[in-house]
C-alpha cells in the first residue's frame, strides 16, 4: 500500500492539471445537433487563435439528409464558423477538415488571426448552412 502512496498523488495531480486546463471542452447544441470546442492555439503566436471543431449531427434527425449534406458538411464550410464580439464578425482564415475516421461527426480545424485578443468578449459562432439552418454561439470563457 505504501507503494501505491506516490502513484495514487500523482494520478490525481495529473487528474487536477488537465481539468484547469485552459483547452477544456465547450459544447453546446440541442437535439439535432452538438456542437463541441477545444482551444489548441500555441502561446508563442502572438493573433494567432486555432480550435478543435466537432459537428456531431443526430442520426435519426438527419439520416437521409446528412447523405446528401456530406459533402458539403466536408468541403464548404469555410463561412459557416466566425467569432463575435457585438455586431463584429471575425470570419475564420483556415478551416481545414480532419479525418476522423467516424461516420458519426465531423471535425475541424479552424484557425483566426486576430491581434490583442480577449476572450473575455468574444463568441464562437457556428452558423449551420446544411442540416437544420441554426445558430449556435460557444463563450470562450465560464
Not at 457585438?86 to 483566426?112: I, M
Request: aromatic content about 12%.
Amino acid at each position: 500500500m505504501e507503494k501505491l502512496k506516490p502513484l495514487i498523488t500523482l494520478l490525481i495531480f495529473i487528474f487536477l492539471v488537465a481539468c484547469s486546463h485552459k483547452n477544456m471542452l465547450r459544447q453546446t447544441g440541442d437535439k439535432e445537433l452538438t456542437v463541441q470546442l477545444a482551444d489548441i492555439s500555441s502561446p508563442a503566436v502572438a493573433g494567432d487563435l486555432s480550435f478543435a471543431a466537432r459537428i456531431i449531427p443526430d442520426r435519426e434527425k438527419f439520416g437521409t439528409s446528412l447523405k446528401r449534406s456530406k459533402e458539403n458538411l466536408l468541403y464548404r464550410m469555410d463561412s459557416c464558423f466566425y467569432l463575435q464580439k457585438g455586431a463584429v464578425k471575425v470570419y475564420s482564415q483556415l478551416t481545414q477538415t480532419v479525418a476522423n475516421g467516424l461516420s458519426v461527426s465531423f471535425d475541424y480545424l479552424v484557425t483566426f488571426d486576430i491581434d490583442h485578443f480577449d476572450e473575455q468578449k468574444w463568441n464562437f459562432i457556428y452558423l449551420d448552412k446544411y442540416l437544420n439552418k441554426k445558430k449556435y454561439t460557444i463563450k470562450l470563457t465560464d
